[in-house]
């Protein structure tokens, strides 16, 4: 099993535009796949058998463990997708970045994609997860002019907001959203978002009502700025993706790892283990 890393690049930062392999001891592979179709790659997803990655160039392809795209959607006009997750009806969720809302596609990517929520639901889409109740949880952020909310919200199985679930924390500025074995909702923190100063951080909500449970914070020898992808290993470990490092939490105690993967340059934006 390894780990992979998108790594933006172009407007969005310098970092590689690739997805990235690294083992078990944090050292590089190189690139898990050179296919020409992956460009400025975002968010990542697995069905267990196929990764599911989401590309600059307005498509999702699917690959299989020796990094060859066995499935490509093809070109998708404005698709212009963020972050990636399985639902728990098997399809393949893609966050919107310039439609704000969250669109859904058979895992086959033989079809068109079937809009899950309405256009412009939050301001700007940083994140999602579904709960272990099939509520989907989507994350508001700042986008990269600066404009949008910070906010958390619950949607239940109809697609209705949930009025029982409210975040209210002056401190969170989202960049991603994932769900903790706990159930909980977890999210990595960069607030005020793209100030050199920011307080970088994990935090986490009640999955019952969005109250928040706790802050995690990095070790004074962990830099974890500009956090952004989550996931949780397999090992139980919450990883997070960050400016030139990929950053390990021990979730059940809170306590800080440091830093799993080091590469100058990295500019990751969506993390998972794969093989």
């Not at 078990?24 to 697995?46: C, H, K, N, Q, T």
């Not at 949008?148 to 949607?155: K, Q, T, Y």
Request: hydrophobic share 40%; proline share 7%.
């Amino acid at each position: 099993m390894v780990l992979l890393v998108t790594s933006a690049s172009g407007a969005n930062g310098a970092g590689y535009g690739k997805l990235l392999a690294f083992d078990e001891d944090g050292e590089l592979l190189g690139p898990f796949s050179e296919d020409a179709r992956i460009v400025d790659p975002r968010g990542l997803g697995a069905d267990g058998v196929l990764l599911f990655l989401n590309s600059g160039s307005n498509r999702i392809l699917a690959l299989d463990g020796q990094g060859r795209v066995v499935r490509d959607s093809g070109a998708i006009t404005g698709l212009n997708p963020g972050g990636g997750n399985f639902g728990p009806d098997g399809r393949y969720y893609v966050g919107l970045r310039a439609a704000r809302t969250i669109m859904a596609f058979a895992p086959t990517l033989d079809g068109p994609g079937d809009p899950v929520l309405s256009s412009a639901v939050v301001p700007f889409p940083r994140g999602f997860a579904f709960g272990q109740d099939g509520a989907l949880f989507l994350a508001s952020g700042i986008d990269p002019g600066g404009e949008g909310d910070n906010a958390i919200l619950a949607f239940g199985p109809e697609q209705r907001i949930k009025s029982s679930w409210k975040v209210e924390d002056p401190e969170l500025s989202p960049l991603d959203l994932a769900i903790a074995p706990n159930g909980n909702v977890v999210v990595s923190s960069e607030h005020p978002f793209g100030a050199p100063d920011a307080v970088t951080t994990i935090r986490e909500y009640n999955r019952a009502d969005g109250r928040l449970v706790r802050v995690l914070a990095p070790d004074r020898g962990t830099g974890f700025r500009r956090p952004r992808g989550l996931r949780f290993g397999p090992d139980g470990k919450l990883y997070c993706v960050a400016q030139d490092e990929v950053v390990a939490f021990d979730f059940a105690s809170g306590t800080c790892l440091g830093a799993v993967v080091r590469l100058p340059g990295l500019n990751g934006q969506a993390v998972i283990f794969f093989g």
